[in-house]
């Protein structure tokens, strides 16, 4: 052995933390970690001149003559361990103390109380934490090194020193760094459990939580499982202890499956001794003096025990507690906080925390850092999935990872060995709440999984099965965190995880049901369709703009279904029956191109076929393919006439005329509008006049009859704004504007398109912006070629991303870019 140091030297303690447990769990592969530590250690601390005094069992004792030699000892002894690949996939974490002092002999070893001092240092930390006194902070100085810094943990008392020690905790960026208090003297009492690794992140979480625990005396913190709830709750009590004289008392409920021995499980956290009386009876009367915060953890299990709950408030007045819980506790005075998923942020601070201790050779920049945001949100910033899928980054690389994602149940397995069990995998984790469903929830939940994007309760009543409660089904899943909701336009919304809807869907696909339901769920979507397709028009166009916005997934997934069954009719009617809402939304590509599919197969129902070529035959006009559009409504026109649908003939005979407009065939444009006008009226639809009113502007548009072009375009708006129809009125505007622009009155021209532009802009009209755009850009060209080009621009570009767009001739651009 080296020579000790003398005179002042700086003591090192430190042990493995919850190494008895790690000895049973591991049993001889415990010999192999036990000397992987023992070299970590002696390498980190020999190579900055460290001396090894003793070393017993899994503890070290080491002098150094440099302070600053010892702190940097033993942080790179930290990262050493927190990187190093353990057998069984655990994790070793030692807590080391540290204290500057006089350094004397006896005999081949130190006495004195400096090593007393630096020995209860070691013995208050927790693993992975580097703690110092005040001395060894004094003796280092300023020569710590880039990239640590101190935080001063203020004076603590310790046993059997007679005067208090200020205590600093080492800081490194790559370590964790959030640790429950010290034990010393000072310290309330607390069991709080150690976590391997740093809090990232829920700040606004932890606020708002911490207020609501010092505001209430029962608070719930209640989410599905993996959002984190137990580490929250951990983080908050945390902070909160100073407050509470008698400390906080950590219960843990997840290994206790019988009610009834929550009670003791609470006595035992306690420390008390049950006896011979009711152990309900043995806590309250624990508590009822107590000043303490209690959270007990994981609680879903043993709803039955609640009332447990309801007596320690009642009976011990200064005792807050805090549960965690995928279950609401319905006792009284329950305040409840819904923890959500992580924000975006916090989520990527996450994973790359997780990673990078995962992976030591892990490099971030802006291209990787790009991905991880991406597979952020695919994982819904659930941190359970962000943790496992960032444990997977050795393995598949940032890159890989992403591609794999698809199958998230199957990439994310294997988390921390001394996780619990439903936080090994992502399906446990679920599995977990899915298990204390009855039969008709977890029924309801498979069906429910046909849902994308979220679901009204009226839907949920459409789809599951009635027998099964479809209300009381939903309000089983709400309470239990499986679902969430949120409220839109003054209706509420269902949503769950994509996660928990993966798992879902695969109970529904073993169930046997899932044809059945997906036919309900289309044919719900099919009618909503039909209800929506003419209240697109109108002072109800907003509203069903919205919610057909809300289901678009939904719209979406009944087209997947109905093409792979091979069934079209209900995906032809959701689709062709909302066309306009594909139109203002700016989907027009992905309509057609739906719609052409689904039309392209055999057997459709013909009703439900008129709907799709009606709305095929819609978005091709909006497009600018107006032969396509012709051929469909040339196609549709028979077939209306033969259903006896007069309504439908007019409004086909309507299309027909502004679609050969813009074909040059200006006579059979006044011809359909003509035939339009009489069967409105063989309709009894008085309000058609609006229609071929507009049908008629735009053919003397086209014709070069400009002053009887804006007549016909002001009465038409006219008719457009009593109706409410908002959106018709903005584009009829937009054509009085390009009809004024030519009349010479280009400032005039301009003002209007201001207001066209404005009122696009509000009413989210994708595609009537774009056509606003183009306008503006014709207008203006005329007295700024420059600004004309570069608004021809920015409408090209959107143009293109909407796959196309009226014709030259309508907007007046005769300079529009080539690709536009």
Same mark, same amino acid.
């Given at each position: 052995?080296?020579d ?10 430190t042990?493995i933390e919850?190494s008895?447990t ?9 010999v ?7 070299r970590?250690i002696?390498?980190?601390?020999g ?8 070393n017993?069992g899994?503890?070290?004792f080491?002098?150094?003559?440099? +302070? ?6 033993a942080?790179?002894?930290q990262r050493k ?8 996939g ?7 103390g ?7 002999l ?7 109380i ?7 240092i070691?013995a208050?930390? =927790?693993?992975?934490q580097?703690?110092l ?25 310790f046993?059997?020193l007679?005067e208090p020690t200020r205590?600093?905790? $080492?800081?490194?960026?790559?370590l964790?760094?959030n640790?429950?208090?010290i ?6 009492p ?8 740093e ?12 207020? !609501?625990?010092e505001?209430a ?14 580490r ?5 009590a945390s902070?909160? !202890?100073p407050r ?5 008392t950590f219960?843990s409920?997840e290994s206790i499956?019988?009610?009834e021995?929550?009670s ?13 009386r009711?152990?309900?009876?043995? &806590?309250?009367?624990a508590l009822?003096?107590? =000043?303490? !915060?209690l ?9 039955d ?6 007596t320690?408030?009642?009976r011990?007045?200064?005792v807050?507690?805090l549960?965690?819980?995928r279950?609401l506790?319905r ?18 601070e996450l ?6 201790a995962?992976?030591?050779?892990l490099d971030?920049g802006?291209a990787?850092? +790009?991905?991880?945001d ?7 910033s659930?941190?359970?999935?962000i943790?496992?899928?960032a444990a997977?980054v ?6 890989g990872?992403a591609d794999r994602?698809?199958?998230r149940?199957?990439v994310?397995t294997?988390?921390?060995d ?9 399906r446990?984790?679920i599995?977990w709440s899915?298990?204390l ?7 309801a ?5 046909v ?5 009204t309760l009226?839907?949920a ?15 089983t899943?709400? %309470?239990?965190s499986?679902?969430?909701r949120?409220?839109i336009?003054?209706e509420?919304?269902?949503t769950m ?13 073993a169930s046997?049901q899932?044809a ?15 209800a929506?397709r003419?209240?697109?028009?109108g002072p ?8 057909l ?5 939904n ?7 109905c093409l792979?069954a091979?069934?079209?009719?209900? $995906?032809l009617?959701?689709?062709?029956a909302?066309w306009?809402?594909w =139109? ?5 590509v ?11 197969l055999?057997g459709?129902d013909p009703?439900a076929r008129?709907?799709g070529?009606?709305g095929?035959?819609?978005i ?23 259903l006896?649908?007069?309504?439908? &003939?007019a409004e ?6 502004t ?9 059979r444009a ?5 035939? +339009?006008k009489?069967?409105?009226e ?14 008629k ?18 009465s038409?708006r006219?008719l457009?704004? *009593?109706?409410?129809?908002i959106?018709?009125a903005?584009q009829t *505007?937009?054509a009085?504007a390009a009809?004024?622009?030519r009349?010479g009155?280009?400032?005039?021209a ?9 009122g696009m802009?509000r009413?989210e009209?994708v595609?009537g912006? &774009?056509m606003?755009v %183009? ?11 420059v ?7 920015a409408?090209?570009? =959107?143009?293109?991303?909407l ?12 300079h529009?870019?080539?690709n536009?």
């Amino acid at each position: 052995m080296a020579d000790l140091p003398t005179g002042i030297a700086t003591f090192v303690f430190t042990d493995i933390e919850a190494s008895t447990t790690m000895l049973q769990r591991l049993g001889t592969l415990y010999v192999e970690v036990l000397e992987d530590h023992d070299r970590i250690i002696r390498q980190s601390f020999g190579q900055l001149r460290g001396v090894e005094v003793s070393n017993e069992g899994d503890a070290f004792f080491y002098a150094f003559g440099s +302070a600053a030699d010892a702190v940097a000892a033993a942080l790179d002894a930290q990262r050493k361990l927190h990187r190093h690949s353990w057998p069984d996939g655990g994790t070793v974490r030692i807590r080391v103390g540290l204290h500057t002092g006089a350094a004397e002999l006896g005999g081949t070893n130190y006495v004195g109380i400096a090593v007393n001092k630096a020995a209860r240092i070691s013995a208050a930390g =927790h693993g992975g934490q580097v703690l110092l006194s005040g001395d060894a902070v004094t003796a280092a100085g300023d020569t710590l090194g880039d990239g640590v810094s101190l935080i001063d943990l203020g004076e603590h008392r310790f046993k059997d020193l007679d005067e208090p020690t200020r205590v600093y905790q $080492a800081l490194a960026a790559d370590l964790p760094g959030n640790f429950p208090p010290i034990r010393s003297l000072d310290t309330r009492p607390n069991n709080l459990p150690s976590v391997a690794s740093e809090f990232v992140g829920r700040a606004a979480e932890t606020d708002r939580v911490c207020e !609501l625990v010092e505001a209430a005396r029962v608070v719930s913190l209640v989410g599905p499982g993996g959002t984190g709830k137990t580490r929250l709750a951990i983080n908050v009590a945390s902070r909160l !202890l100073p407050r509470y004289r008698d400390g906080v008392t950590f219960v843990s409920l997840e290994s206790i499956e019988d009610p009834e021995l929550v009670s003791s499980a609470v006595a035992t956290a306690l420390e008390v001794d049950v006896g011979d009386r009711p152990a309900t009876e043995t &806590v309250t009367h624990a508590l009822r003096e107590s =000043h303490k !915060l209690l959270v007990l953890d994981n609680f879903e299990h043993v709803l039955d025990a609640r009332t447990l709950v309801g007596t320690i408030v009642e009976r011990a007045p200064d005792v807050t507690v805090l549960v965690t819980s995928r279950v609401l506790l319905r006792v009284r005075g329950e305040h409840v906080f819904n923890v959500p998923p992580m924000s975006t942020g916090d989520g990527v601070e996450l994973f790359i925390a997780r990673a990078a201790a995962a992976d030591p050779l892990l490099d971030v920049g802006e291209a990787e850092r +790009a991905v991880i945001d991406g597979i952020v949100a695919r994982l819904d910033s659930l941190p359970l999935a962000i943790e496992l899928a960032a444990a997977r980054v050795r393995l598949f690389g940032v890159a890989g990872l992403a591609d794999r994602l698809s199958d998230r149940l199957a990439v994310l397995t294997s988390g921390a060995d001394d996780a619990p069990g439903r936080h090994r995998t992502l399906r446990n984790t679920i599995s977990w709440s899915h298990d204390l469903l009855d039969a008709s929830a977890k029924l309801a939940l498979a069906q429910l999984s046909v849902f994308v994007g979220g679901f009204t309760l009226d839907a949920a009543e459409a789809i599951v099965d009635p027998a099964h409660g479809p209300v009381e089904a939903v309000a089983t899943l709400l %309470d239990g965190s499986i679902i969430d909701r949120r409220l839109i336009a003054g209706e509420t919304r269902f949503t769950m995880l994509d996660s928990i809807r993966d798992f879902a869907s695969e109970q529904l696909a073993a169930s046997g049901q899932e044809a059945m339901v997906r036919k309900r769920h289309a044919e719900y979507f099919a009618e909503l369709a039909r209800a929506a397709r003419d209240l697109l028009e109108g002072p109800a166009q907003m509203a069903w703009l919205q919610r057909l916005g809300d289901e678009h997934d939904n719209l979406r997934a009944v087209a997947r279904y109905c093409l792979e069954a091979r069934e079209p009719d209900r $995906a032809l009617v959701a689709v062709g029956a909302s066309w306009r809402f594909w =139109h203002r939304r700016g989907h027009l590509v992905e309509a057609r191109d739906v719609l052409t599919r689904l039309l392209a197969l055999p057997g459709a129902d013909p009703v439900a076929r008129t709907e799709g070529l009606n709305g095929r035959a819609a978005i091709a006009y909006w497009l600018g393919d107006y032969e396509s559009a012709e051929r469909d409504y040339v196609e549709l026109l028979p077939i209306f006439e033969g259903l006896g649908a007069t309504s439908r &003939v007019a409004e086909t005979l309507f299309g027909l005329s502004t679609t050969v407009a813009f074909l040059g065939a200006l006579d059979r444009a006044f011809e359909y509008a003509d035939a +339009a006008k009489e069967a409105y009226e063989r309709a009894g639809d008085s309000e058609g006049s609006r229609r071929v009113s507009a049908a008629k502007s735009f053919v003397a548009w086209q014709a070069g009859k400009l002053e009887e072009s804006l007549e016909l375009w002001s009465s038409t708006r006219d008719l457009y704004e *009593q109706a409410g129809d908002i959106a018709e009125a903005l584009q009829t *505007q937009a054509a009085m504007a390009a009809v004024t622009h030519r009349l010479g009155r280009t400032p005039e021209a301009i003002g209007m398109l201001i207001d066209v532009l404005g009122g696009m802009w509000r009413i989210e009209d994708v595609a009537g912006t &774009v056509m606003a755009v %183009d306008l503006m850009a014709a207008v203006v060209a005329t007295r700024d070629p420059v600004d004309g080009v570069t608004l021809a621009g920015a409408a090209a570009r =959107h143009r293109e991303s909407l796959g196309g767009g009226l014709a030259p001739e309508a907007v007046g651009l005769p300079h529009r870019p080539p690709n536009g």
